[in-house]
């Protein structure tokens, strides 16, 4: 005899032997026990999660000849037909390649005759959400009130494609993806009937690329076998079949990358490119170790059997806030790889976008290596997550806040300036005090972040060949490097000669930058447009007779 395959040698045959639906298996027993099977089931669920090995056993359960069973014997002429897929009253119908109206109408005909061997006939529709509308429009009556001898069993992957009309008039059971501890010890238990040696760890590799299905997983255990040779499965050979080498490796990035260590992770991504990886699949395991990571710092109980050992030292290692952020540049990274140049050119640059930010909290006193702050030129640049992890939902929130000019904000939002008296001008200064800071922005012709930068600074003065700027503490995001050195280079040119820029961030001043100024005043315009509508003497009447409010939010200053 030819080779069986591992999916059909050890297809349950019994539902004792169905594995993680106990739900569906409860309820199909007790409808066989007491003989009240619905006459139309619709089993749903992914790939290879037992539609038709259940389907297969209700037909058993049908027409064994001991009666209508939940337990069949499994020896009588109608249960081996069965299973040897032989059975002439189990018709399966790939719905797939039989979709017309034509081969329904066959099939109804068909259904009219009483079962030729056993006491059912049974028609297993398959992926039936492929059959079209006719013809899901002319099984609908025999689908309601089929003869007495004919029972009808649908399976579909994804039932919402199915019609409402056909979902009504059937019995739905919806299987469940299953468990990779269960698939693991499944194929664990198949191994040491089958005799073959394996290794833990290489049996939860195959568990892990199964995905949900136990059939996956069985066929990829025939795949391993075969790789193996005969000589035992090993996590490493089945991590070379499976292509997931990177795995280890992935383990020693984020070591590297908790440490700050920079030439680890270097090491860490040539180690990888040895491998040949997939990088998409890289970048989704990155993230689901974070995620993982994540579980156990937050929720210390939540942890699962299933989690890698290399995990917890991980957990207590790092901290919460950079998990956070690196497992969000992890699934920016992974939607971001069809636009990178090369697959592993976009991986290296999330691993080092990684590198680069850290929330300040938890950055260590170290340089740029250690990914916490940088000194350049007298300014202290955050390189922080403000750019990397606020960036996105400050943009929604901006997005669909009221502007300035429709809400009023808190009186806190802009508190009175601390005055302080801002050096005197140097006499030999080269650049002549500007009588409106904006104006001298106008002039220099900043455009995009460098121009913001500059509107939320406010002018401190100028002494010994050194520009004083105060930038605003909420707009700190702004100041970077290169942002700094464009304006430092046209302050330079106006100026005719070198001169160095200094940014403090947070410096009190009586002086009010561009950018608040600006606020202020659509402030002061938002106050006086409020008071003159309460002073409105319709508005007061109105009040005084009806009790109106006026709705918070909805005065805005006239243009």
Request: negative net charge; contains cysteine.
């Amino acid at each position: 005899m030819s080779y069986l395959a591992l999916a059909r040698k050890w297809r349950p045959r019994r539902f004792e032997d169905v594995r993680g639906q106990s739900h569906v298996v409860k309820a199909l027993q007790h409808a066989l026990e007491r003989d009240r099977l619905h006459p139309a089931i619709l089993l749903t669920g992914t790939r290879g999660v037992g539609k038709t090995t259940l389907a297969r056993i209700i037909a058993k359960g049908l027409n064994c000849e001991t009666g209508v069973t939940a337990q069949p014997c499994g020896i009588c002429s109608a249960c081996k037909e069965i299973n040897d897929g032989r059975f002439v009253d189990l018709l399966e119908i790939d719905a797939a390649s039989n979709t017309g109206v034509d081969d329904v109408r066959q099939l109804i005909d068909n259904a009219q005759y009483a079962p030729a061997r056993g006491r059912y006939k049974v028609y297993l529709i398959d992926e039936v959400h492929m059959l079209s509308k006719s013809a899901f429009n002319a099984l609908l009556k025999t689908l309601e009130e089929p003869p007495p001898h004919v029972k009808f069993i649908l399976a579909t992957t994804d039932p919402q494609k199915l019609p409402i009309t056909v979902l009504s008039r059937c019995l739905q059971f919806n299987l469940k993806r299953l468990p990779q501890h269960l698939i693991r010890d499944t194929l664990a238990d198949i191994l040491a009937q089958e005799e073959v040696e394996f290794e833990p760890g290489a049996v939860a590799e195959i568990a892990r690329a199964a995905d949900g299905s136990m059939r996956d997983g069985l066929s990829l255990l025939d795949q391993a076998i075969a790789f193996a040779g005969g000589l035992g499965l090993k996590r490493e050979g089945v991590e070379e079949m499976l292509g997931t080498v990177g795995r280890r490796t992935l383990f020693e990035i984020l070591e590297a990358l908790v440490r700050g260590d920079a030439d680890g992770i270097l090491a860490g991504i040539r180690k990888l490119d040895e491998s040949a990886p997939d990088h998409a699949a890289l970048l989704n395991d990155l993230a689901a170790h974070l995620q993982r990571i994540a579980v156990l710092q937050l929720l210390p109980k939540a942890g699962d059997e299933d989690d890698d050992p290399a995990l917890a030292p991980l957990a207590k290692s790092a901290t919460p806030e950079d998990v956070q952020l690196w497992y969000q540049i992890a699934v920016l990274g992974r939607r971001d790889l069809p636009w990178a140049p090369d697959p592993r050119l976009g991986f290296e640059m999330t691993v080092l976008r990684m590198m680069a930010f850290r929330l300040d909290s938890a950055a260590p006193s170290g340089g740029v290596a250690g990914g916490g702050r940088r000194e350049a030129g007298g300014v202290t640049a955050t390189t922080a997550a403000a750019s990397a992890a606020a960036a996105a939902p400050a943009a929604q929130v901006a997005a669909s806040a009221p502007s300035p000019a429709a809400v009023a904000p808190p009186a806190s939002r802009v508190p009175p300036p601390v005055a302080v008296a801002p050096p005197a001008s140097d006499p030999e200064s080269r650049l002549a005090p500007p009588a409106d800071w904006t104006q001298r922005i106008e002039s220099l012709g900043f455009d995009g972040m460098t121009r913001q930068l500059a509107r939320h600074c406010a002018w401190l003065g100028e002494a010994g060949g050194e520009v004083l700027l105060a930038l605003d503490a909420r707009a700190k995001h702004l100041l970077t490097e290169d942002r700094r050195a464009a304006i430092e280079r046209a302050l330079a040119a106006q100026a005719g000669g070198e001169l160095r820029l200094v940014v403090e961030i947070g410096a009190a001043t009586d002086v009010l930058s561009p950018a608040g100024a600006e606020e202020r005043r659509l402030v002061e315009r938002q106050r006086a447009a409020e008071a003159a509508i309460e002073a409105d003497p319709q508005v007061r009447e109105f009040k005084e007779s009806f009790g109106a409010t006026v709705r918070p939010g909805s005065v805005q200053p006239a243009e």
